[in-house]
């Protein structure tokens, strides 16, 4: 199951205990001497009860940003497939693939040949496998792609900001990747980045008109007269139970002490992350760090926007202050809650 071997499952299942073990068998001194072990701060999302906690409350705080603003948004959900011969890349087999006879522009925007997505053009001219983090680089790169187009950027030009959530995911039968995002955009914007998206993410799947399935007879119930397609569709009852959905289904429930199954060892193999958001929040090293104090990622970004905050990971220091005088700081490993109180109104 997702490509994944019993040897492989074997492996990543060993690996895992024993850095659980490692983790649950070093222990640190706080700054308010306490001691813990090294699992007790962990975000990792194999080991940490924390990180699906971080994980909800990131999706709530997009959610809330954007239902806190002026802006009307549309939550597109998106999911991106690889044409059906990027399956015979894993085989070294690259018959489909050249049969298409792509001009050498029309290559460089479909497969990257760089040093952050790999030079995967140059893996097809030598006849050499693909890996399935190569496919998933490939999807990687159709992305920066799409966000790199002038229609999206046309977005922040323009005063907006675009939020987004992304999750990977592989196909049961042998790991091939795809990637689900739910994309929270301008509604002015949607026509146009339809357009884009049609362009950039031309596999015949992406591209199919949505349909509306009964789910016990299989049987088509509404087929989409208004551009939507499989691969971008903007009708949806909730945007955050939508793209949830996918998401739960790539953590490793620790609370209950479940095994890696074959799921999550592709994840753990091929070094994929879970889920990525955009960048329109408080940085994951900030929340971490201020955890201690205040665990309301959504707060923390508010005061980002309506207070005053500085952070340097250089020098280990993070200074919070919101419109009611708190301050919340960190610096080197001390915290420090301060509240301002004005006399003059007590």
């Not at 070294?92 to 952050?116: C, D, M, Q, S, V």
């Not at 490793?252 to 955009?278: F, N």
Request: aromatic letters at 16%.
């Amino acid at each position: 199951m997702y490509g994944i071997k019993k040897q492989d499952l074997k492996y990543i299942q060993n690996k895992h205990l024993f850095q659980k073990n490692y983790l649950k068998d070093n222990f640190f001194t706080s700054s308010t001497g306490q001691i813990k072990t090294l699992l007790d701060v962990s975000f990792s999302a194999n080991h940490s009860k924390r990180y699906y906690n971080e994980m909800i409350n990131k999706i709530n705080t997009i959610n809330d940003i954007i239902s806190s603003s002026d802006t009307e948004y549309t939550p597109v959900f998106i999911t991106a497939t690889l044409d059906g011969y990027f399956r015979d890349f894993l085989k070294g087999n690259f018959k489909r693939f050249l049969a298409k006879k792509y001009t050498n522009t029309e290559l460089k925007k479909l497969i990257p040949n760089n040093e952050r997505f790999g030079h995967l053009i140059e893996k097809i001219k030598e006849e050499k496998k693909f890996t399935i983090k190569d496919l998933y680089n490939v999807l990687n790169f159709q992305i920066y792609r799409f966000q790199s187009s002038q229609k999206y950027r046309a977005i922040n030009k323009q005063g907006f900001k675009a939020h987004y959530i992304r999750v990977a995911e592989p196909h049961k039968k042998d790991g091939v990747p795809h990637i689900h995002m739910m994309l929270y955009i301008p509604s002015q914007f949607k026509m146009s980045l339809l357009a884009v998206f049609k362009d950039y993410f031309p596999a015949p799947q992406n591209l199919k008109k949505r349909r509306l399935f009964d789910k016990k007879t299989k049987k088509v119930l509404k087929v989409y007269e208004d551009g939507q397609i499989n691969g971008f569709q903007w009708d949806i009852d909730s945007a955050p139970a939508y793209i949830l959905k996918y998401l739960f289904k790539s953590f490793l429930d620790v609370e209950s002490g479940a095994e890696i199954d074959e799921l999550q060892a592709w994840y753990i193999k091929h070094r994929i992350l879970r889920c990525i958001t955009s960048h329109s929040i408080t940085p994951a090293w900030v929340y971490r760090k201020m955890f201690a104090l205040d665990n309301d990622w959504f707060y923390l970004t508010d005061i980002a926007k309506t207070g005053t905050c500085e952070w340097s990971k250089e020098d280990d220091y993070i200074c919070f202050q919101d419109e009611n005088n708190r301050v919340l700081q960190y610096e080197k490993g001390v915290y420090k809650l301060k509240v301002f109180i004005n006399y003059e109104n007590v």
